[in-house]
Structure formats: C-alpha cells, structure tokens
C-alpha cells in the first residue's frame, strides 16, 4: 500500500491522508493476532482498502472518529450531499399542500384513483423536471400499493422492488428523453464480474445499452436484521460504482439500497464516488 502522491483536502482536512491512515489500521487489523474484521463493525475499514470513503451521518465507527473527527467527517458529507442537491428547487408550500389534498382525498374516499392519477399529472404541467419526478413517483405509488397495509410478511424481493422500490426510485432516476433507464437486471456489469447487483441505471447508445451510471441492492425484511448481508451488499455497492467510475471516466456513480419496504438514501447511508486520479482515485 502506498503512500497517496495525489492530494486532496475537503472540510479543512487533508482526506487524502487521513484515508491513508484508516487504511494502514485495516491492514494492520488483518495481520494481527486474530487476523479478523467483522464487516458488520469495520465496515468503513474495508471499503477504505479499495481507496473509497463512507459518510454515514451519526453512525460512524471509533476508527473513523478517531482519525477523521466527528465534526470533519459531518462537514464533509455535507459538502458532497450539497453538491448533488443544489440544484434541486423545493416545494413551494402552495405545491406541498396541494399534493397533500389530493393525497388525502383519495385515501380518506372522496376521490377515485382516475381522478387522484389525473390531478397528480395536471400537477407536473407547469413543474420542472425534478418536481416532476417526485409527483410522479407519489402518483405511481397510488397506483401499485393497496390502501391497507398487508398483514403478510414481505418474502420476495421481486414483489419488493417491482410494487414499493421501482415506482419511486424509476420515477427519480430514469428520464427517458435522456435516455436514462433504472434496469432491474440481476446481471453481471461485465464478463469478469463474479458478483453482480440487482438494479443498474444505464443509458441507452442507439439500440443498445452503453454505460451504466448507477447500482442497486435490494433485500427482504427478515425478524431480526441480517446486517452482514446488508453491510456485504453496501460493499459491493461500492465496488461496482468504483469501477464503474474508472472504466467509464466518468465523474460520479449512484448507488441506492432497499431494505424490506424501506428504501436507504442519503440521510442514512449516502455513498458518493468520484473520480480524483486515473490509477489511485480517492472516492468519497
């Protein structure tokens, strides 16, 4: 492991040094005497080793705390999430209230669900494309979910992410004048994958599909938390946008996680990728 020749400084810190250092601890960690890292506890230790940062808010561990800080490692994602939401406007109050009554009114009775899709879409005429996404994702939701919540136990991802996952995260980030699409795929990125994620966002290049920009996890809600498998899975979530940012040289990645009926965004868990050098990029 090499000492990074490439800078980078972010909330009045030097990141780049202080990765280096959350990385040696994690080497160190494997060489010692139980030669073990539980991925449930040192998760940010073993992403680190492939060059990539975590932020998640409020749940850092001792290690990140001790060399990074609390208070860097909050400015930090800040800094990032401000740098994918600045340009999302915000609901007016008048926007918000009408969504709201037309909401309300369809699950208290008074309107039926042609009448709630109609008003939900007269909505978005005069909306940029952003409000746009998340009055349609509310209006498709209307569309798939029953209006008593079902006693039964969630057990197939395939009826998660088709009626609670797909409607909102299509809706936010597929925009097919763009040619963007959320794909739920369950394929290899590439022939040299052994693992694979269960959703990309890909662009469409003519007829065929070209780059991806995005990976997705999705699992069931089990009695108790399996957090190894969704700590594994935010691993690989990781390592696919990584490569996906080198491969492709592309600036950013998105990854999203699904858990039971709860999507994990960015106030939970928000991972951002970016590429800093062609050979050790520092991702953060």
Known sequence: MKFPSQRYSAAGCDIARKLYDLQSLAVENLRGDTKQMPIETSIYEIIAIQNILLLK???HNDAMIEIFGAETLDQLHKERTHAWLDDCPPFANEEFNTLSRIVNN???GTSNLKETAAALLNMTLTMDKVKTAVVDAVRRLIEKLPLKAPLDLLT????????YADPVLDSLLSSPEERVHLRWTNLKCN???AERPDGIISVMNQSRWGRNYGHGEVKVAEPTDNVHALSWDLCRL???NKAQINDA???SAFAFQVKGN???GSKKSFLTLENRTEHQGLHH
């Open 57 to 59: 808010p409020d749940q």
């Open 106 to 108: 369809y699950q208290e």
């Open 156 to 163: 197939s991802e395939t009826e998660l992410w088709s009626k």
């Open 191 to 193: 022939d040299d994958d």
């Open 238 to 240: 990781a390592f696919f």
């Open 249 to 251: 040289n592309t600036r």
């Open 262 to 264: 709860t999507l994990v």
